[in-house]
């Protein structure tokens, strides 16, 4: 009799984020009767921020978009104020990474203009642009802002060209750009760049993929296999990869993935569907997550990606009968990291007039923040100016954290300060004291160290309330939702926390002192022969 040895392979794989799933918002926290352009062209047609949603709008003679504040929710004003000095449709609208209120736009009528969005609420509609670039012969019909320098700003038009801006200047039209990008033969469909923004990578109606270097205007990569017709193309943060969405030869609808050093053969191809719609593709550098967004119809695959074979892994998908036409995406530092939140979607549903927020959501039973789900991550500043990327500097995004209460990464914890004010002064109080002194003169010591300790402890205190990793307490407005009230909540968390660990430092200041004193007197006592000398100890 034979016996057989036979292996074990678990048919899952081990992942956190193995359970995602999608949640629409309710009907309250919907954005309704909002007039959702009808247009064809392939695009987003909605940009999100921490403080605003922006959306391309239906209207007669010229085009507009709205910008809404991401916490006015409900049934929208229809006579509510617009940005309206394009005089032909808007095709793509994208918010400044590093200024929550600047947008551009740009549009059929070749142009593309910056835009200063107000912090209070739109009183009347905006005709006047911050800044217009004129430099394109046809429509404008792609926009990219530098991933990690400031004021630099990419825009593609049907006259096959991609224009590089410099927007660091006076002037209120532009007609040269920096740069520009004549490489291509046909229609621009797609930009994306990798992570610190030295490369550029496009998807061309000519079928083809390139890799350009934009400062040198040069092709790096260029691939043209004619089994995948890309639509979209998407680099996959620091892997060394790019991500393309198209259609195969039989039409069915199809992503690949690509190595950007050899654009030769695609690493994979995987089809999805037989439905027409577009795929746009969406990549959290944080989570190694993928998610496809269909247009036209209501569903969000996602996967994640490993630098190692099989590369993609399936996770689920989120179903809606509710049909999208384009899509919003809020960056990260806006998600609500309390319910554990990893990423947040805005469909916009032109049947409905409505815009449905959708949360991916991690579920744990755990209240407190999540340190594994939310690395540090991609903050609100540039990390050079337009001159240094155009001088050939490359630096990466500055990241920060999503903790509540959290500053920026590099900024210098304030607890470890006070630590060397506490301990140096003592010390040296203490190696005086071993010369043979008076009793009111060591009482007096005493006295100062602990008048010491108190000042220390009250001056960290208070430096810490004013300002807590750079959240200002007494300039704070109160909390007008659920969702404020949480961040308050663990920011006061965090709070309590660090003044906890504060009054661990200074309880071993004190009894480290407390045992250097009472070393002390007893030397003391044994040099001079007072045994009987009192050993004075802090309460």
Known sequence: MTSCIMSWHPQYRSSKFRHVYGKAASKEKCYDCVPITHSVHDNHFCAVNPHFIAVVTECAGGGAFLVIPIHQTGKLDPHYPRI??????????????????????CSEDAT??????????????ITTPKKELLGHARRVGLIEWHPTANNILFSSGHDYKIMIWNLDTREDVLSNPVKILDVHKDVVLSMSFNTDGSLLATACRDKK?????????????????????????????????????????????????????????????????????????FYDSDTNMLYIVGKGDGNIRYY????????????????????????????????????????????????????????????????SYQEDIYPLTTGSQPAMTAQEWLNGVNKGPLLVSLRPGSGPVNSLPQLPESEPRVKSPDLNK????????????????????RNQLKEEERLPKNEHMRLSNGFDVFECPPPKTENELLQMFY??????RRLRVLLNHRDVKIKQLELELRNLNMDTGRQHGFPWLVVVTFP
Request: glycine share 6%; proline share 7%; aromatic share 8%.
């Open 84 to 105: 309206c000095g394009h005089k032909g449709n808007v095709l793509d609208i994208k918010w400044n990474p590093f200024n929550d209120y600047v947008i551009a736009s």
């Open 209 to 281: 993929i390139r890799l350009i270097d934009p400062r040198a205007r040069t092709v790096l990569q260029e691939a043209s296999y004619k089994s995948h017709r890309a639509n979209k193309v998407l680099f996959l943060g620091n892997m060394k990869k790019l991500l393309s969405t198209g259609t195969s030869r039989w039409n069915n609808r199809q992503i690949a993935l690509w190595d950007q050093n050899d654009l030769s053969v695609p690493l994979l191809e995987e089809d999805l569907d037989g439905s027409s719609g577009l795929l746009f593709p």
């Open 112 to 125: 593309v203009k910056i835009w200063d969005i107000p912090k209070h609420l739109l009183t009347k509609n």
């Open 491 to 496: 920011r006061q968390q965090e709070e309590i």
């Open 304 to 367: 994640e990606i490993s630098p190692e074979k099989p590369y993609l892994s399936y996770l689920m998908e989120y179903r809606s009968h509710l049909p999208q036409k384009g899509i919003g995406m809020m960056p990260k530092r806006g998600l609500e990291v309390s319910a554990c939140e990893i990423f947040r979607f805005y469909k916009l549903i032109p049947t409905k007039s409505l815009i449905e927020p959708v949360s991916m959501i991690v579920p744990r039973r755990s209240e």
């Open 430 to 449: 203490s190696q005086r004291g071993r010369m043979p002194p008076e009793e009111m003169e060591k009482k007096s010591e005493i006295k100062d160290s």
